[in-house]
């Protein structure tokens, strides 16, 4: 067996039930880090997160990225869902923490596979969305700024992700 400590990325090097050193072993066609001692298995499950078209008259709301991936670029409002959250949930709260305004969410766009910059898997999730009454967008802790854009006019994206969710917003409203 392959240790786990050889290993580069995220894998589980001790086993979190019982605290013995994790092995690599085979099982159901992966190599996955597996406690030889209890059988646990590591399954390295993707991260889940959702992104927002959020639609204005001037425009779809993006967001510069005051942090890393993406510092500088534009994006739209989303994030982590979190282990209590129901997507929908965590999507509305995510707007409300990157650009301050409280969101409606009118439809589910697509559920996308995305891999990361490391290698890691995850679920991507896309609403459309729109302003609820009142709300005007500002920058929120992770945004240095935000801005309306039309389709055709849209600032470098820090994920192409946001790029088929907009796409996608685009088609189903004949864009």
Known sequence: MEDVGT??????????????????????GREVPHCPSCGFIA????????MVVVQ???????GRRDIE????????PGG?????EEPRDAAIRECAEEIRARVEIDSLLDVYHITRGDGRGMVGIAYAG??????SPSAGSETAEVGTFRVGELPDLAFASHRRAITEWAKDRGG
Do not use: K, Y
């Open 80 to 84: 982590f869902v979190n282990e209590e």
């Open 43 to 50: 399954w390295r499950n993707p991260l889940v997160a959702t």
């Open 69 to 76: 991936p993406g510092l500088g670029l534009w994006c739209l």
């Open 56 to 62: 204005t008259p001037a425009g779809i709301v993006l």
């Open 7 to 28: 290993l580069s990325g995220m894998a589980a090097r001790f086993c979190q039930e019982c605290g013995t050193r994790m092995e690599m072993r085979p099982v159901e």
């Open 130 to 135: 729109h302003l609820a009454d009142g709300e």
